[in-house]
């Protein structure tokens, strides 16, 4: 009796002390969190963010550093080769992890569904399908009626040939059954979104901060919304999904660390900023941006990645898309 006892003793004892080593862990040195883009953009902006607020939390400089070049693929191969030991994360974005590594003539080295341990979703935005006003729509109803009768005819502008917002317009072409013309533009310098305002182009999908603006001013007409439900600044406006279910586009980023990360320093980077990302003080300004910051266990992020892995490889399979 006495042995079972001690035995007993002894594995709580050893299960105790596993907890509590893993409850303590923290990092040692700096923490840098790279960003696959220049600085300015909306993901250095929430990244800069987290990182102020993170650095007094662990009691840890926390270095941001842009590490720019072929749509994120350098930063994100750097990082994946990093030692995983918990002094290095990426804020990775959607069209980073999801969407380029199946762009035939992206040259991806790394899988970024193997090649990183999700640490927290942290942030989405979905985007705003808008119409020159001139253009005889007032729904997105109208727009697909209007597609049908002039099938090809109808234009629609993107910032470039696989682009988040090239493939939002063809994932509404096989939603609803039509065809329009794409535009592409280079890059996100604003000539899509400036020739949408001038009728050069019919329509455009656009981030709610800068086509917001043009929507309120009265200079582009607001058909949908891409993401799973209606915004705040336009509640009377549908998404594009209660028309055709399972229609969703969003922009999102998320924090990762090198696979083979341990566990519990995953768990303690999760926890921290999944508080900072829950804090309303923090919300309210990306909320005005059209910016939704909410946070995750690293196995919904995990999923929400293969989900969106799988249904962009689909995308850009069956509208035979490429970049030149």
């Known amino acids: ?77 750097s990082v994946a080769k990093s030692a995983p030991d918990g002094t290095t994360l990426i804020m990775g974005c959607s069209a980073c992890l999801t969407i380029n590594p199946h762009l035939p003539a992206t ?14 979703f942290v942030a989405r935005s979905p985007l705003l399908l808008v119409a020159n006003p001139k253009l005889p729509v007032e729904s997105l109803t109208d727009l697909v009626r209007l597609a049908k009768a002039q099938p090809g005819k109808l234009s629609y502008g993107t910032i470039g040939a696989g682009s988040i917002t090239h493939l939002a317009a063809a994932l509404l072409e096989s939603s609803a059954g039509i065809k329009m013309l794409n535009v592409p533009y280079r890059g996100s310098g604003g000539g899509a979104l400036t020739d949408a305002i001038g009728g050069q182009v019919d329509v455009l999908f656009d981030a709610p901060e800068t086509a917001g603006v043009q929507v309120k001013a009265g200079n582009l007409r607001l058909l949908g919304v891409t993401g799973d439900k209606r915004m705040p600044a336009w509640p009377d406006t549908p998404t594009i999904g209660e028309s055709y279910p399972g229609y969703k ?46 946070g995750s266990t690293p196995a919904e992020l995990h999923q929400i990645m293969k989900s969106d892995s799988e249904k962009w490889k689909r995308v850009i399979r069956d509208a035979n898309i490429a970049i030149k």
């Open 1 to 77: 009796m006495n042995l079972k006892v001690s035995l007993g003793a002894v594995l709580i004892l050893t299960a105790g002390l596993a907890s509590a080593a893993n409850a303590d862990w923290a990092p040692s040195k700096p923490l840098t969190i790279v960003v696959p883009f220049s600085a300015g953009g909306v993901n250095d902006i929430v990244t800069r963010a987290i990182a102020t607020r993170l650095s007094p939390l662990i009691g840890r400089p926390v270095i941001v550093e842009n590490r720019t070049g072929a749509a994120g693929v350098l930063a994100m191969s």
């Open 107 to 120: 040259t991806m080295p790394i899988d970024p569904l193997t090649a990183f341990e999700p640490v927290t």
């Open 249 to 294: 586009v969003e922009l999102w980023f998320a924090l990762l660390a090198p696979v083979e990360t341990p566990p519990d320093a995953v768990a303690y980077f999760n926890r921290h900023v999944r508080k900072i990302l829950a804090d309303p003080d923090f919300q309210t300004p990306f909320r005005e941006r059209g910016l939704e910051t909410i």
